[in-house]
Nanobody, 115 residues
Framework: QELLVESGGGLVQPGGSLRLSCAAS????????MGWYRQAPGKQRELVAT???????NYADSVEGRFTISRDNKKNMVYLSMNSLEPEDTAVYYC?????????WGQGTQVTVSS
């Protein structure tokens, strides 16, 4: 069983919205910093957003004001709400969990923004 399992990706038109979910298991979820990274074809994996154990979010400049990260410690879930999507947001989105020295990654979910 995977530690982190993403869902919610898909095809959406420019200007549309999607909500990604990540279910965590077998970790003490509430103490981990959780986050989302993405990797577009031919590009390096890049930070999208993180949320620490206190619920403080951090965003990449490219998504600030359009994306919102949130977590539910009772359900061991982290979410990424994405609005005003642009073709440049097309990528595989990866959920990640970090608590020094451990880092865990999900398998990724594809988001494609295209008309």
């Amino acid at each position: 069983q995977e530690l982190l399992v993403e869902s919610g990706g898909g095809l959406v038109q420019p200007g549309g919205s999607l909500r990604l979910s990540c279910a965590a298991s077998r970790i003490t979820f509430s103490v981990y910093t959780m986050g989302w990274y993405r990797q577009a074809p031919g590009k390096q994996r890049e930070l999208v957003a993180t949320i620490d154990s206190d619920g403080a979010p951090n965003y990449a400049d490219s998504v600030e004001g359009r994306f919102t990260i949130s977590r539910d410690n009772k359900k061991n879930m982290v979410y990424l709400s994405m609005n005003s999507l642009e073709p440049e947001d097309t990528a595989v989105y990866y959920c990640y969990a970090y608590l020094r020295p451990s880092t865990y990654w999900g398998q990724g979910t594809q988001v494609t923004v295209s008309s």
